[in-house]
């Protein structure tokens, strides 16, 4: 294995996923440093949330290599489960487990896979729970969150097994416009903080504020990999342009 | 004609009487009232004390029957729901073989068979299994494996273990499809973020799909102990002495035909009914809850 893959968080080498005779994403290659923040734009349907999910082997690749914090993944891995553990991830639609309170959806994780006492999975879990600005909702259901609390309790709930690479996919999608800005501070919060993050979003204020490489796909390949300043001012392919000025007022 | 007019100008509360009268449960009331009734006329009736004496042991007999078959199938019924809803094909093969059969049999034909050919097979070779060890010094000639199903030992495996075991069997395979349609209403996203969160297949299932699937198949899981006690009615066919076969010695002996089958189905019906209103009110316990 050559040293860059020690040194990159996550390596993505020529990974493709087909489903059937769809190509979703196609012979992408990428390296994400450790501390960097990348953020993923692109049309629907352009492979951006199935190369996220390729990350931690909820897709797993058709071809290609992966390699997480040096651990190589592979269809025959076996150890994807402790490679699952060192990556947080945050959906669109949430994902809380309703049967549990706030606290116990961030506390069960913790104490199945990392074996964690009772008392410090729920110290973990509070301090969590303060770090996302809600220490008052830990006794509560899901249903009776708002959608900006639950998808706050979910990156709490990620974040309690101290992953090394946060990704986020779409995570603010569900929401109504006025929880939007809740859940991007708490985001935000943590590229300053310095954690390694992968997010596919359509918030563009986002991508310019806090990243610190944008990447635009479409159809399944990379596009453009550059900085939010390039992107944004100067795109040098026909398609970023068209894509931005749609999107962009 | 003036009638006409006057009946459309007052319908709102009259239709709303009727309306409300509708809603009421009219088939609880007017059971009720039978079993009343039905209470008084045993009361002052010899030959219904005797007929009710008699079948008192088949009460106990019923119950036990119903609730240890039951506690056996809804294991079986997890197990093999767990193997339908499976991707590995040979586990998910061998338990949708399994439900198959058993959904294709009648539960009677379920019940001699396992009781006069399978159990039977089984001891068999449980038996010369414990004569092997035997033979090689493991255990001692009259090890419980050996002796298993002979009388003289004490180890007969009596027909109402039989039945027990026929039954369990059998629903073990509606329970199995209750629970593969609980486990597959939950959505994909729990399964998901889970096993994102490092949890392997099995820790997922145990502590976030079943704990929610259970919950929702509880009403379903319900109907089918009721069905089972109902159901056990057939284990009379092997002589077991439940409250189905005592009402047959009972009525076949004193030629009380009314009165005896009055009294087996006074008591079949008093425990479902009551049961399937505890049903109900966990339905919409559950519904509430959300």
């Known amino acids: ?249 | 004609m003036n009638q006409t007019t006057d009946t459309s100008e007052i319908p709102s509360t009259q239709g709303q009487i009727t309306d409300s009268l509708a809603q009421l449960p009219w088939w609880i009331l007017i059971l009720a009232l039978g079993a009343i009734v039905l209470v008084i006329i045993f009361i002052n009736d010899q030959t219904y004390h005797e007929i009710f004496a008699f079948l008192r042991d088949g009460i106990i007999v019923t119950i036990r029957v119903t609730i240890i078959a039951y506690a056996f199938a809804i294991t079986f019924g997890l197990i093999a729901g767990l193997g339908r809803v499976s991707t590995n094909p040979i586990i998910y093969n061998l338990a949708t073989l399994y439900v198959q059969i058993m959904r294709g049999l009648p539960i009677l034909v379920t019940l001699l068979y396992v009781s006069f050919v399978i159990i039977p097979l089984v001891i068999t070779q449980i038996n010369v299994f414990g004569n092997y060890l035997a033979s090689i010094n493991l255990l001692p000639a009259d090890n419980v494996l050996a002796l298993l199903g002979d009388r003289r030992a004490g180890l007969e495996v009596n027909f109402e273990i039989r039945a027990i075991i026929a039954l369990a069997i059998s629903y073990g395979a509606f329970s199995a499809e209750i629970f593969r349609a609980g486990i597959e209403s939950i959505g994909r996203g729990q399964m998901e973020a889970a096993r994102s969160l490092g949890m392997n297949y099995f820790e997922a299932m145990r502590h976030i799909i079943l704990p929610q699937a259970v919950r929702r198949v509880l009403p379903p899981l319900g109907n089918d102990f009721i069905a089972m006690l109902k159901e056990s009615s057939l284990v009379s066919a092997l002589g077991v002495q439940d409250i189905t076969q005592l009402g047959r010695l009972y009525s076949a002996s004193s030629f009380e035909y009314l009165k005896t089958y009055n009294m087996v189905a006074f008591m079949y019906l008093s425990m479902t009914i009551l049961l399937s209103l505890g049903v109900k009110v966990m339905e919409t316990r559950l519904k509430t809850d959300g």
């Not at chain 1, 190589?72 to 060192?86: D, P, Q, Y």
């Not at chain 1, 964690?116 to 899901?142: C, D, H, T, W």
């Open chain 1, 1 to 249: 294995m050559d040293n860059s893959k020690n040194e990159a968080m996550v390596v993505i080498e020529n990974v493709s996923k087909h489903f059937g005779h769809v190509r979703a994403v196609n012979n992408v290659s990428l390296k994400i440093k450790s501390g960097e923040v990348v953020v993923i734009i692109g049309p629907s349907g352009s492979g951006k949330s199935t190369l996220l999910r390729c990350i931690n082997f909820l897709e797993i690749p058709t071809d290609g290599d992966i390699w997480v914090d040096g651990i190589h993944l592979s269809k025959k891995t076996k150890n994807i489960n402790a490679v699952r553990r060192e990556v947080g991830m945050v959906f669109q639609q949430f994902n809380l487990f309703p049967h549990l309170t706030a606290l116990q959806n961030i506390t069960i994780a913790q104490r199945v896979v990392r074996k964690r006492s009772k008392q410090e999975a729920i110290e973990v879990a509070r301090q969590q729970l303060q770090r996302v600005g809600i220490p008052e909702k830990e006794g509560v259901y899901p249903g009776q969150l708002s959608g900006g609390q639950q998808q706050r309790v979910a990156i709490a709930r990620a974040l309690a097994m101290n992953p090394k690479v946060m990704l986020f996919d779409e995570p603010t999608s569900a929401l109504d416009p006025e929880m939007i800005k809740e859940v991007l501070d708490v985001m935000l919060d943590l590229a300053k903080e310095g954690m390694t993050m992968v997010v596919v979003t359509h918030e563009m204020g986002f991508a310019r504020n806090a990243a610190d490489r944008v990447i635009f796909m479409d159809e399944g390949s990379v596009v453009e990999d550059t900085t939010p300043h390039d992107l944004f001012n100067n795109p040098s392919h026909e398609r970023t342009k068209l894509f931005l000025s749609k999107i962009l007022k």
